[in-house]
């Protein structure tokens, strides 16, 4: 089955830097890359996602970038608030037509944001 | 439009007792997911339904079962309770051809 590997498990920016969180997949049929913010005690919530067949994809001072041949992903935060501080997972999956598999998370990322 | 709805939001179990989380969702999704949530760990696939009475395992199906009988539904029911057992259990819905998944706000149980 598909490993999500992420990495750093944890980090701290000071408020108005940049932020990137990286992630690996093993199973290179997967096409659907989502990104997820978790407060705590929160549910995870849907940030950005993006398709195998799209290179990156920016909203607002968010950005995913994804490199096919070397199955890694990356999440880029720009202009960091301190309410950006919380876990982020990345997570993978395989969507053919209407049909889809279960994601499988990265073991997720917290991230401090110093004001 | 209640999105995915979890209940209880807080459960105490004694080992070897047995109960059901509960999960509905009212937005039609034909995928619908068991994830539990354990520190340092991510959230791991306990059980997955692609639609009505189609269930399959995830990473961590022992100690589970599941049964899809409507598209709203999706309970997890847990056998016989272990301390292991202790987490936090998310429900997950989402739609065919892809987009993300609709969490339930969760299930914090605690097995003593």
């Known amino acids: 089955g598909e490993n999500v590997e992420q990495h750093p498990s944890t980090l701290s920016v000071q408020e108005g830097d940049s932020a990137v969180i990286k992630c690996t997949y093993s199973?290179?049929?997967?096409?659907?890359f989502p990104w997820y913010k978790q407060e705590l005690g929160k549910r995870p919530q849907l940030i950005i996602d993006?398709?195998?067949?799209?290179g990156e994809k920016k909203d607002q001072r968010i950005a995913v970038t994804l490199n096919k041949t070397a199955k890694h992903f990356s999440l880029h935060i720009t202009e960091t608030q301190p309410e950006d501080s919380a876990v982020y997972f990345c997570?993978?999956?395989?969507?053919?037509?209407?049909?889809?598999?279960?994601?499988?998370f990265g073991s997720g990322t917290r991230l401090q944001v110093q004001p | 439009n209640a999105g995915v709805t979890q209940t209880p939001k807080f459960q105490v179990l004694k080992t070897g007792q047995s109960m059901t989380l509960q999960c509905a969702q009212d937005?039609?999704?034909?995928?619908m997911s068991w994830y539990r949530q354990d520190p340092g760990m991510g959230l791991r696939l306990i059980h997955y339904?692609?639609?009505?009475?189609?269930?399959d395992q995830g990473e961590v199906p022992n100690g589970y079962n599941v049964s899809r009988s409507t598209t709203e539904d999706f309970p997890l029911r847990l056998l016989s309770a272990a301390p292991s057992q202790t987490s936090v259990y998310f429900c997950?819905?989402?739609?065919?051809?892809?987009?993300?998944?609709?969490f339930g706000s969760g299930t914090r149980l605690t097995v003593v």
């Open positions: 339904s692609v639609g009505a009475g189609i269930t």
């Open positions: 997950a819905s989402g739609q065919g051809g892809g987009g993300g998944y609709t």
């Open positions: 997570a993978a999956s395989i969507v053919r037509g209407t049909g889809r598999r279960a994601l499988t």
């Open positions: 993006i398709r195998s067949n799209v």
């Open positions: 199973d290179s049929a997967s096409n659907y």
């Open positions: 937005m039609n999704h034909e995928y």
